[in-house]
């Protein structure tokens, strides 16, 4: 990689063809807006400088990018446009500059290897291209080479011919330009095309009709795609799925059914974990090693601890810190609440806001009353502890180390360490009564289905 160049990240469209209230580049691909994918990848190149054209009023598209640079450029007068509002920011810079699409959130930091590679052969070059091969060329600006294999031009695939529709070269609208070039072309542009606009592909006819040269070098189109639209982002998510997915298994995790399990670009599992079908991780989950993960799970903000056993069928939602060797069994919900090493909630539980020590044990059913309807309150429950079935934890609550809750209990009042507490009805016996009782229910039927037999006679 050179040692010296800027990146402008272009972000400020208006994507129209998403048909969507939101920013394009704030649409998600595994968990992530696409913007922070194409940031992570130019970031870990190491510009000089790193800047984003944005639109207008976009105050989450800056929290999105933030700490990086932002310019704003007041209308979407296209790609061309988008880079002449940078000239404040970048227009004394004398290096390259890469332009790269917000929009395309499968790059990754070895994708800009060949036009950095071409930039070390061809130092002369106003302007290098990073084109892809595809059999149909679809929505991208077509490459037209020049006979001695220098670029042309490049035109938008609206503003085509038949036989440059026909081209299988196009761009993936990542460039390198010298700056005092790019800066000086972008000022001349003119919107004489099909959509109006001021387009950055122009710049490579201007620059060779002022005798500069122009190439291209050629980059892999599953990391090039654009996303433009609803069905281009589920391809995304697609390819982006079974990177992650290729990805975790080569670091030692195992999936049964690796096609049906969904990652966020930051989950972490640790190896030796076994992680069966149909289980979702959202945003924020760290997996530590030797965990087993059958199917069915949802997994979102959570962190597990090395050999826990979560599901089938669990929940664990954002701030559900689980220690060693925990085991979740199924229909378990866990929300922002501390697990430590040991605890088992094996069935049909709910543990939100709170603390559980060390081996304590959640009886089926039971469930921490965190809500009053208006606040959140906590539940402690103390090292040890064994929580019976349907136990009913009204928090703010309390519940010491080694203490016994009676299933079925109604918790409103702490419980020292060590105590047995029971919060439910006395059971009472009455010896014959079940069987005078369905006596009792045969005869009234009996009564009642004789008497429209005796209407029927009349
Ligand atoms: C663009 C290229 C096309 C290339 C394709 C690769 C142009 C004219 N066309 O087409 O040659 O094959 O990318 O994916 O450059 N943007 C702004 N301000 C604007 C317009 C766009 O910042 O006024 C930003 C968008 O947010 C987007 C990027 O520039 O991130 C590209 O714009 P988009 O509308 O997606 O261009 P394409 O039609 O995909
Ligand atoms: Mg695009």
């Not at 890469?98 to 499968?106: E, F, H, K, S």
């Amino acid at each position: 990689m050179p040692a010296s160049f800027a990146a402008l990240i272009l972000a400020a469209g208006k994507g129209t063809r998403m048909r969507s209230a939101r920013p394009k580049v704030l649409h998600e691909v595994a968990g992530r807006p696409l913007i922070q994918h194409v940031l992570g990848a130019v970031g870990a190149l190491k510009p000089q400088h790193l800047a984003v054209v944005i639109g207008p009023n976009q105050n989450d598209v800056v929290a999105a990018i933030a700490p990086a640079d932002f310019v704003i450029q007041r209308q979407p007068k296209g790609t061309g446009h988008a880079v002449a509002a940078a000239k404040s920011l970048l227009g004394r810079y004398t290096h390259d500059i890469l332009i790269v699409a917000g929009d395309a959130p499968l790059v990754t930091r070895e994708t800009f290897k060949p036009l950095f590679d071409a930039r070390k052969r061809q130092p002369n070059a106003a302007v290098i291209v990073l084109g892809m091969r595809l059999a149909d060329g679809g929505p991208y600006g077509r490459l037209i080479l020049a006979d001695d294999g220098s670029l042309a031009r490049i035109v938008e695939a609206a503003d085509c011919t038949e036989e440059e529709r026909a081209v299988d070269f196009v761009s993936s609208g990542v460039m390198l330009v010298k700056a005092p070039v790019l800066f000086d072309l972008v000022g001349q542009l003119a919107a004489h095309n099909a959509q109006g606009e001021q387009y950055l592909t122009d710049v490579i006819g201007l620059a060779r009709s002022k005798g500069l040269i122009c190439r291209t070098a050629e980059g892999d189109p599953a990391e090039l795609l654009g996303v433009n639209s609803r069905d281009e982002l589920a391809y995304a998510e697609a390819v982006m799925q079974q990177r992650l997915r290729w990805r975790a298994m080569e670091s030692g995790v195992s999936f049964t059914a690796p096609e049906t399990v969904f990652l966020c670009a930051d989950t972490k599992i640790g190896r030796d974990t076994v992680v069966g079908p149909f289980v979702v991780f959202g945003p924020g989950v760290k997996v530590g090693e030797g965990v087993s993960i059958p199917a069915f799970c949802h997994i979102v903000g959570a962190t597990i601890g090395d050999h826990a056993r979560i599901g089938p069928f669990a929940r664990l939602r954002p701030g559900a810190l689980l220690g060693t060797e925990v085991h979740i069994g199924n229909f378990v919900e866990v929300k922002n609440s501390r697990l430590a090493s040991g605890v088992k909630a094996n069935h049909l539980a709910y543990l939100g806001d709170s603390t559980v020590g060390e081996d304590a044990n959640i009886g089926a059913g039971s469930i921490t009353c965190n809500y009053d309807g208006v606040e959140k309150f906590r539940t402690n429950i103390g090292k040890g502890v064994f929580v019976g079935t349907n136990a009913s934890l009204v928090a703010p609550l309390s519940i010491g180390p080694g203490a016994m809750i009676a299933a079925g209990s109604v918790i409103t009042d702490n419980v020292p360490a060590d105590a047995l507490a029971l919060g439910r009805a006395r059971q009472r016996l009455k010896p014959g009564a079940a069987k005078a009782w369905r006596a009792r229910r045969k005869a009234e039927i009996a009564a009642r289905d004789a008497k429209p037999a005796a209407k029927g006679r009349r």
